[in-house]
T-cell receptor, first 111, second 114 residues
Framework: QKEVEQNSGPLSVPEGAIASLNCTYS??????FFWYRQYSGKSPELIMF????GDKEDGRFTAQLNKASQYVSLLIRDSQPSDSATYLC???????????FGSGTRLQVQP | EPEVTQTPSHQVTQMGQEVILRCVPI?????FYWYRQILGQKVEFLVS????????KSEIFDDQFSVERPDGSNFTLKIRSTKLEDSAMYFC????????????FGPGTRLTVL
């Protein structure tokens, strides 16, 4: 099984700032990448997916993918205290549908 | 908006007992999954199910575990002879199987084995 790596944090940003969350993956054949948000004691909630190199924007969220560097990131603009959660990066291994998850980055947005 | 549902939300059982966790996937989805998350650890894949059979499974999914789609809506995970280390959150997910195959997760069942 291939690996998905994330910095566990916590990443602390002030309210209104940009939060930058990073993820690297080991399976060069992975095609699609997912960002989930998980509040404590709750289930993963889909934020975004990305499968093409470059940027994908959805509201305050921007996902960035660089397949050559095997790197995917999530930017959260105008961070709000309600964004405080653990952000999980996930990708399926080549030829599989099962997701391999990173350990997650805990984000704290300070009011 | 359609969502995955799971019952019960919390299950407490004695070691050695059998438990059945239930899920209702999103109605037009074709692929169903079980994941688990031990407290403080990563979300881990257990098994996927398509067209009434297991399509993928992890090394965690041994003979202790089984899955079933007993009718047109429910998807179940059975854990036989539970062990203390089976205590975890169990998440069901489903996907439509299309290009990005985005998986949507249910709220989870917290299993506590005493």
């Amino acid at each position: 099984q291939k690996e998905v790596e994330q910095n566990s944090g916590p990443l602390s940003v002030p309210e209104g700032a940009i939060a930058s969350l990073n993820c690297t993956y080991s399976d060069r054949g992975s095609q699609s990448f997912f960002w989930y948000r998980q509040y404590s004691g709750k289930s993963p909630e889909l934020i975004m997916f990305i499968y093409s190199n470059g940027d994908k924007e959805d509201g305050r969220f921007t996902a960035q993918l660089n397949k050559a560097s095997q790197y995917v990131s999530l930017l959260i603009r105008d961070s709000q205290p309600s964004d405080s959660a653990t952000y999980l990066c996930a990708a399926p291994d080549t030829g599989r549908r099962a997701l391999t998850f990173g350990s997650g980055t805990r984000l704290q947005v300070q009011p | 908006e359609p969502e995955v549902t799971q019952t019960p939300s919390h299950q407490v059982t004695q070691m050695g007992q059998e438990v059945i966790l239930r899920c209702v996937p999103i109605s037009n989805h074709l692929y169903f999954y079980w994941y688990r998350q031990i407290l403080g650890q990563k979300v881990e894949f257990l098994v996927s199910f398509y067209n009434n059979e297991i399509s993928e499974k992890s090394e965690i999914f041994d003979d202790q575990f089984s899955v079933e789609r007993p009718d047109g809506s429910n998807f179940t995970l059975k854990i036989r002879s539970t062990k203390l280390e089976d205590s975890a959150m169990y998440f069901c997910a489903s996907s439509d199987g299309l290009l990005t195959d985005t998986q949507y997760f249910g709220p989870g069942t917290r299993l506590t084995v005493l």
